[in-house]
């Protein structure tokens, strides 16, 4: 037994780790925070502090795309969008999962570990946890259908907070680039979180002049119709929508709060109960 045990203190991380593990039955929260927010060593600390302070259990999704974009162009590619969905060629591929999977996501996992919040690093495609279909116009994107939960639980039960590249797999076994908004409503859903928290760059969604406080998901579509969300706001609302429909309590837009348990933003309620499976809503 170790000195600090001895002296009586109970609050290294063995036992914080203890604590979580107990907490696991606990329905978690899934945090999902945009490539923007942990590019800076500070910004990453910060929200790793805000994470480690959470007395829950929780799943931490990441998204990259700027840093994809960055090291595109050292490599002389092009990149491009629709409708807020990175175009993925086969090439393009190797350098999303090397970014995300191979340097966003070991970096949040030394913060949270930083922070005193054991973490590990894994992917949609580690142990097959989230089979896509393929949108072959976009290449290799996928759209999550169906979501194994197996390593999550198996992490959480040891107290171990998940850290989750959005790459994935399609039918087949090969890797696909899963918008991360995307990845983490389907992650939510599956384990029927409490909270979906999509942590972005702005404070929420903007209608006209202001910041919505909440939308329904019947919202959705006609803001995006009017032109009124745009880019990444596009699957980041669809998603945000079908969460709120598949269980998840508490399903917000908005952007980084220094305790992210009373996060403001935009909170998007679920339609009517009586919905389809999860996959069956998905859109292209
Ligand atoms: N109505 C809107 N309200 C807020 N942001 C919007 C809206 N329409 C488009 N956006 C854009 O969506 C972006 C957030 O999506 P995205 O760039 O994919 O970030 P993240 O990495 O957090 O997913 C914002 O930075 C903003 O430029
Ligand atoms: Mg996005």
């Known amino acids: 037994m170790s000195s600090?045990?001895?002296?009586?203190?109970?609050?290294?991380?063995?036992?914080?780790h203890a604590r979580l593990a107990a907490d696991a039955a606990a329905r978690p929260w899934?945090?999902?925070?945009?490539?923007?927010?942990?590019?800076?060593?500070?910004?990453?600390?910060?929200?790793?502090?805000?994470?480690a302070a959470l007395a829950r259990p929780l799943v931490l999704v990441h998204g990259g795309g700027d840093a994809v974009t960055r090291i595109q162009a050292l490599l002389g590619m092009l990149p491009r969008f629709?409708?807020?969905?990175?175009?993925?060629?086969?090439?393009?591929?190797?350098?999303?999962?090397?970014?995300?999977?191979?340097?966003?996501?070991?970096?949040?996992?030394r913060a949270l570990r930083a922070a005193g919040r054991q973490a590990a690093g894994v992917s949609g495609a580690d142990a097959a946890m989230i089979i896509c279909r393929v949108v072959p116009e976009l290449g290799r994107v996928g759209v999550p259908e169906h979501v194994d939960p197996s390593l999550l639980l198996l992490l959480l039960g040891a107290g171990i907070t998940p850290v989750v590249s959005p790459v994935s797999l399609d039918a087949g076994g090969r890797p696909?680039?899963?918008?991360?908004?995307?990845?983490?409503?389907?992650?939510?859903?599956?384990?029927?979180?409490?909270?979906?928290?999509?942590?972005?760059d702005v404070d929420g969604v903007q209608v006209g002049?202001?910041?919505?406080?909440?939308?329904?998901?019947?919202?959705?579509?006609?803001?995006?119709?009017?032109?009124?969300?745009?880019?990444?706001?596009?699957?980041?609302?669809?998603?945000?929508?079908?969460?709120?429909?598949?269980?998840?309590?508490?399903?917000?837009?908005?952007?980084?709060?220094?305790?992210?348990?009373?996060?403001?933003?935009?909170?998007?309620?679920?339609?009517?109960?009586?919905?389809?499976?999860?996959?069956?809503?998905?859109?292209?």
């Not at 899934?30 to 994470?51: F, I, N, Q, T």
């Not at 060629?89 to 996992?109: I, Q």
């Not at 006609?222 to 609302?237: E, F, Q, S, Y």
């Open 4 to 16: 600090a045990r001895l002296a009586g203190q109970e609050l290294g991380p063995a036992a914080g």
């Open 209 to 284: 002049e202001a910041t919505s406080q909440d939308l329904a998901a019947a919202d959705v579509e006609p803001l995006i119709a009017r032109g009124t969300a745009t880019r990444g706001m596009i699957p980041k609302l669809r998603a945000a929508a079908r969460a709120a429909a598949h269980g998840v309590d508490e399903v917000r837009i908005g952007g980084f709060n220094a305790a992210l348990d009373s996060i403001t933003g935009t909170r998007v309620h679920a339609p009517a109960r009586g919905a389809s499976g999860y996959s069956e809503e998905v859109r292209p």
């Open 176 to 200: 696909l680039n899963v918008n991360a908004d995307e990845a983490a409503a389907a992650i939510a859903a599956e384990l029927r979180a409490e909270r979906l928290l999509l942590v972005s």
């Open 30 to 51: 899934v945090v999902k925070v945009g490539g923007r927010l942990c590019e800076e060593p500070e910004d990453r600390e910060r929200l790793a502090r805000a994470c």
């Open 82 to 109: 629709e409708s807020g969905r990175r175009v993925t060629s086969d090439a393009e591929m190797a350098v999303v999962e090397m970014v995300l999977s191979g340097n966003v996501n070991p970096a949040l996992v």
